[in-house]
């Protein structure tokens, strides 16, 4: 996730729970041809269109059955959308 947004925001750890808020970030969408549009509508700013890409932990062991932080994730997981 660090590497993707080019940020040093998401917390890792080698241990449960270490991160039980989702990591959310706004990643650019490349475009090789945004410049030239945007030069040829004489547009006065040029934005990229953007994506929001979610982190969600790991789920761990009984999750799934609602134990410890599993509602918490799964919530998470419905949230977002594919």
Not at 34 to 39: N, P, Q
Not at 68 to 73: E, K, T
Request: hydrophobic share 45%; glycine share 8%; charged share 20%.
């Amino acid at each position: 996730f660090n590497a993707l947004v080019q940020k040093s925001i998401a917390h890792a750890a080698n241990f449960p729970f270490c991160t039980i808020d989702p990591n959310v970030a706004p990643i650019p969408v490349p475009d090789p041809y945004l410049e030239r549009l945007g030069r040829f509508a004489q547009s006065k700013a040029v934005k990229p269109a953007t994506m929001e890409w979610v982190d969600v932990a790991g789920l761990a062991k009984g999750a799934h059955r609602g134990e410890g932080l599993g509602n918490r994730f799964l919530a998470s997981l419905r949230e977002c959308d594919a």
